[in-house]
């Protein structure tokens, strides 16, 4: 059993916990996940890592609640217990492998959206820690759905923007990008998390001004071993699987709105069998649902 420490409510609809689990803290790495479940019956339930305390052995998740195991999730306190807390899985984000003396020589930009705040925090909290100050674009509809706004502060050179503009800067992330650039800045490499349509115009916006981008496509995971074949996509001429072979790639590869219209095709018992017929053999299946594995 894995022992919830601290549990809070970030935003409207946006939980924390911290949960005690040693061996992932000890090995876990920016840009990785878990996969939680609530107890012996319950919906795996993959979700990216927003920090980790190796001393203590804690790892801290966020999630926004979207279905009924979410749902029954968010209900649980400090003093709870998971059943099953795995981890960590997926690569960790490229930069952790680089070479710190070169690395601080890069020009790096975060922008996070909604609950792809919580993934960015570990990777800036990283870099802060070697002497690498980034930049930060947190993007929010309104200030009350703002996260982690101090935590970022205290890690990075922060900029909050809110759709509406009840708070800080107003407009979507690409007019904070803008802005940035025309106030003189310059970026070598940026790396966006958030919701897919989001990720979608960041990078479009990007490749305008030349600047690579990496995104994670963690949204699309639901069984998280690669078993499911939901989170399939495509990357530049190649089949991958964001669970397995990610969840970070090169954003300027990535089939957008192909992944967008899978993934809703994959919410219904008919899109799927769609799915298995169009995609035969790379379709994938184990996740008892799609029929892939029978």
Known sequence: ??????????????????????????????????????????????????????????????????????????????????????????????????????????????????????PVYPQVKWLCRRGIRADAIIGAKTKDLVILEKEFQEVCNLYVTTDDGSYQRKGMVTQAIQDLIAEGKQYDICVAIGPMIMMKFVCKLTKELGIPTIVSMNPIMVDGTGMCGACRLTVGDEVKFACVDGPEFD??????????????????????????????????????LCGGDK
Not at 78 to 105: H, M, T, W, Y
Not at 255 to 284: I, N, P, S, W
């Open 251 to 288: 954003g300027h590869l990535v089939d957008f709105d192909q992944a967008m219209k899978r993934q809703q095709m994959y919410k219904t018992e008919e899109g799927r069998a769609v799915l298995r017929l169009q995609e035969g053999d790379t379709h994938h299946g184990g996740c008892g």
């Open 1 to 118: 059993m894995y022992k919830i420490l601290k549990a809070d409510k970030l935003a409207a609809n946006i939980y924390r916990m911290e949960v005690e689990a040693p061996r992932v803290a000890k090995h876990c790495q920016p840009g990785q996940f878990i996969i939680v479940k609530m107890d012996e019956k319950g919906e795996r339930i993959p979700l990216t890592i927003c920090d980790y305390d190796r001393e203590k052995g804690t790892i801290t998740i966020v999630f926004q609640p979207v279905g009924a195991s979410t749902m029954e999730m968010a209900r649980m306190q400090a003093g709870d217990a998971f059943e099953d807390f795995v981890g960590p899985l997926g690569r960790p984000s490229e930069f952790v492998s680089e070479d710190i003396e070169e690395l601080k020589k890069k020009r790096i930009l975060f922008v996070a959206g909604g609950v792809g705040t919580a």
